[in-house]
């Protein structure tokens, strides 16, 4: 499982500008935290830090026993469809792609046919979220793209899902759904899950918050903590 | 890895746009199809339709107008040969056989020619006998006339008799109906040349012609004969000799097209490419969110490849069927203008073309995309 999460400085932008400055945070395997913070706070930088999609100037990012700073690039493609679900705020789904086909998606990379018992997998997952599994995804309502969207983090049993603002472009009530999903599939399933949100509602439901500060733009000094 | 899936829910939602570069290829293919399948068998059909005239002696003149008016029946006026010609040519060693060629008269736009009943009857008969009287006739596969009607062939050529109406006073009779030979002399009316030579002139003409053909014995007796008679008033000549300088012609106007044909291809080629690139920029972020999912690079460039692979492929299928339906068309058009039978169908050329336009239009169909490999996924998933 995955320990030891160090996030000591992330800065993804050439000028200057501190996004984030975290001395340090760990998660246990298996647990569920929330991050959050005001837009602008760099809540999606540090995620995509996290995710591995982005890459700090200083500082390290340890998974487990792997450290994503570390890894040639085609490493960190595998170590993401084979550890990661990711949940973004637009859901990012694939039009023309039915709800099972986009769920079924992460298999294709690495395989030409999908065995039964995957395709059992996502389509009792795409059940769990109550979406049509044949309709396709551009038909379906933005609550049911989100749960979509959640299916496909989870169909691999991924160690870890992060979710960026995943209730953030949806109603209140359907909001709530989405993310009673999320944390419950997650901890069915034990995957460490890690959420950025500026809902303090969502935030509260987990049983841990780190929260960013407000963005200082132009401050460059190189050690300014702001976490305690 | 399989993208299929994806590529063809990405086909799916911009289905006019494909539908149009599919039909842009497959017009262009078609068009460079049928140009160099036609002229190929133009070529053929005419070295076919010569083929019977091993060596052709004439008056003194135009080579070429020889040859076109003796093989391919295109009317002219030739200067006839002296009647002692045909008696010196038919006691010559090496002829094994001749046959004087008269295209003189026309019947319903139908050309009258006399010759011998041999060489008449070469094709074969489909129905009927060969003539063997100076008032029968024997016709052309195509000459819609029928067995027993008896007909007055009228002065001078068809094109001539828009102006000049003037219907000869002997009758001939149908007696046979030939084979088709797919050369012009199925649309024509062959009759004995005595025929001919009774209603032209009389004696003054009698034992002349326009043309004969010759069967030389050997190749070597070929060669002398020409020799020999390209003195005193006489030119004899294979047509080959003529062809060959038609079919370079020919051949340039078919390298230009051919050219003008791989160009536009190209040109198309690039267009999808750049298709491609316009298609790409509207899909940025989806290759944002493969590559975020973790997709390997080779499953990010293959969603890209395998549509534009697809499209040229499938343009190029198109493109070659309609080729073929078109060639049906053109082939009917070539025919009825020439009289020749030009079947013309896709060979080893074409086929050539069309496998080294779909090979360089999909190895080139992945490129754009290899860019997008090397973005950083954060820019790529906001935009």
């Not at chain 1, 999606?44 to 026993?65: D, S």
């Not at chain 2, 336009?357 to 950083?376: C, D, M, T």
Request: proline fraction near 6%; charged fraction near 20%.
């Amino acid at each position: 499982m995955l320990r030891d999460l160090h996030v000591e400085f992330a800065d993804a932008n050439r000028a200057p500008r501190i996004v984030l400055d975290i001395p340090a945070l760990e998660i246990a395997g298996g647990g569920q935290l929330a991050i959050c913070g005001p837009s602008g706070s760099g809540k999606t930088t540090l995620l995509n830090v996290l995710a591995g999609i982005e890459h700090p100037r200083r500082g390290m990012v340890r998974w487990g026993g792997v450290e994503l700073g570390a890894i040639r690039p085609r490493a960190a493609d595998r170590w993401r469809r084979e550890t990661l679900g990711l949940v973004f705020q637009q859901f990012h789904l694939f039009p023309g792609l039915s709800a099972l086909d986009n769920v079924l998606l992460p298999f294709r990379f690495d395989r030409f046919a999908i065995d039964s018992a995957n395709r059992d997998r996502a389509s009792d997952l795409l059940e769990r979220v109550s979406v049509p599994a044949t309709r396709r995804v551009e038909r379906l309502s933005r609550g049911e793209m989100q749960r979509v969207a959640v299916a496909r983090a989870l169909v691999k049993a991924p160690a870890v899902v992060l979710a960026d603002e995943p209730t953030a472009s949806l109603d209140r009530d359907t909001g709530v759904v989405v993310a009673d999903l999320l944390l419950r599939m997650c901890r069915e399933q034990h995957a460490t899950l890690v959420v950025v949100t500026h809902d303090a509602t969502l935030a509260d439901r987990f049983d841990r918050q780190f929260a960013l500060a407000t963005p200082r733009p132009w401050r460059t000094a190189a050690n300014a903590p702001v976490m305690p | 890895m399989n993208p299929i899936p994806l590529v063809v829910a990405e086909m799916r939602r911009n289905p006019l746009g494909c539908t149009a570069v599919v039909a842009l290829i497959a017009l262009t293919t078609a068009c460079g199809v049928v140009v160099s399948a036609q002229e190929r068998a133009l070529r053929a059909a005419s070295t076919h339709a010569a083929e019977r005239f091993d060596l052709i002696v004439g008056a003194a003149g135009s080579p070429t107008q020889l040859v076109l008016t003796t093989v391919y029946l295109q009317p002219a006026q030739l200067d006839l040969l002296r009647a002692d010609t045909l008696r010196q040519l038919a006691d010559e060693p090496g002829v094994k056989s001749l046959a004087p060629v008269a295209l003189a008269d026309s019947y319903r736009g139908y050309a009258v020619v006399g010759t011998t009943a041999s060489f008449a009857g070469a094709p074969g008969l489909a129905d009927g006998r060969i003539f063997n009287h100076p008032d029968e006739a024997v016709v052309g596969a195509d000459a819609q006339l029928r067995l027993g009607e008896t007909f007055h062939p009228i002065h001078g050529t068809a094109a001539e008799n828009v102006i000049e109406n003037h219907q000869h006073a002997y009758g001939l009779t149908v007696v046979g109906r030939l084979e088709r030979s797919g050369t012009p002399w199925d649309h024509a009316i062959l009759v004995p040349i005595e025929a001919l030579w009774t209603m032209h002139g009389g004696d003054a003409n009698s034992g002349r012609a326009p043309a004969i053909v010759v069967k030389p014995r050997t190749v070597a007796d070929a060669y002398e004969l020409r020799t020999k008679y390209r003195a005193g008033g006489t030119v004899a000549l294979f047509p080959a000799e003529v062809l060959l300088p038609l079919y370079s012609l020919l051949g340039d106007v078919r390298a230009m097209l051919g050219g003008m044909a791989v160009a536009f291809e190209v040109l198309l080629i690039f267009a999808v490419l750049l298709v491609i690139v316009a298609v790409l920029a509207g899909r940025k972020h989806g290759i944002g969110v493969l590559r975020a999912l973790g997709a390997p690079p080779a499953f990010v460039v293959s969603t890209v490849w395998l549509e534009g692979a697809l499209l040229i492929g499938l343009g190029i299928a198109t493109g070659t069927l309609l080729g073929v339906a078109l060639l049906q068309g053109t082939s009917a058009y070539v025919s009825s203008r020439t009289g020749l039978s030009v079947g013309a169908s896709l060979g080893a050329p074409e086929f050539g073309l069309l496998a080294a336009l779909f090979v360089g239009g999909s190895l080139l169909a992945g490129l754009p995309s290899l860019p997008l490999l090397w973005k950083p996924i954060a820019g790529l998933l906001r935009s």
